[in-house]
């Protein structure tokens, strides 16, 4: 198999496997010296962010895969460790934006949370605030209504966390609007389990409570599951 979808296959393994270690028994639960850690390691680049592999011309900094990455690294319980610059930063903010204004600014917040880099600016809070609905849920700006559940969850989820790493998370009436909203989608979360994730993460966000039969969910799926995630 190749060493690139060897890779992403590790980056997908390790977010389900240590988010739902994450919601069942707090954060840092994943174990740390995993092999996964290591090989994540081994493709970052000097300055600890990631690259596209597959594209040989150019060796900038990928906002998606350095988010990932980054991301995959913490929840395995071995610290990034990042010494790009400003430049870098730069070249992030940029490449992100194009790429999504909602994930595109989801990948700056991870990185950021991850790296030090200051990479979420006011402007990126602004614009993702503006995308709460009435309903409750963030929508990605240029999309329409009507998405199916999950994806209004990983929306959320994905705003929330921009939010959050700026110290700027919803309060008051907004944020009751949203604890709601995202309560009345447990029953879509329970049965995906990094939507199950997404969900729990964004409570956590609002500093609401996890609803025990999420945590059960998550809970009965990793047992269901670990013999032939070790396997």
């Not at 977010?15 to 028994?25: E, H, K, P, Q």
């Not at 597959?54 to 990932?68: F, G, H, Q, W």
């Not at 990126?124 to 990605?140: F, I, K, N, Q």
């Amino acid at each position: 198999m190749p060493r690139v979808l060897v890779s992403l296959l590790a980056v997908l393994i390790a977010l389900v496997v240590a988010a739902t270690l994450d919601l069942r028994y707090g954060s840092g639960a994943a174990q740390k010296g995993d092999p996964l850690a290591g090989d994540l390691r081994s493709l970052q680049t000097r300055g600890g962010l990631y690259v596209e592999p597959e594209v040989v011309l150019d060796k900038s900094a990928s906002p998606y895969n350095s988010a990932y990455g980054l991301e995959a690294l913490a929840r395995l319980g071995a610290a990034p460790r990042v010494s790009a610059g400003q430049a870098a930063a730069v070249s992030l903010s940029q490449s992100a934006l194009s790429q999504s204004p909602l994930w595109g600014r989801w990948y700056l917040s991870a990185i950021q949370a991850h790296s030090g880099l200051r990479l979420v600016s006011a402007s990126d809070v602004a614009a993702v605030g503006a995308m709460l609905t009435r309903t409750g849920y963030y929508r990605e700006s240029g999309t329409p209504p009507g998405q199916p559940a999950a994806v209004a969850i990983s929306a959320t989820y994905a705003a929330l966390s921009v939010l959050h790493v700026a110290g700027m998370v919803p309060g008051g009436a907004r944020r009751g609007l949203v604890v709601r909203w995202l309560n009345g989608e447990q029953s879509t979360a329970e049965s995906q389990p990094f939507v199950s994730y997404e969900l729990a993460a964004s409570l956590a966000s609002l500093g609401a409570p996890l609803p025990s039969a999420l945590v059960a969910a998550a809970d009965h799926w990793y047992a269901a599951h670990t013999s032939s995630l070790a396997s």
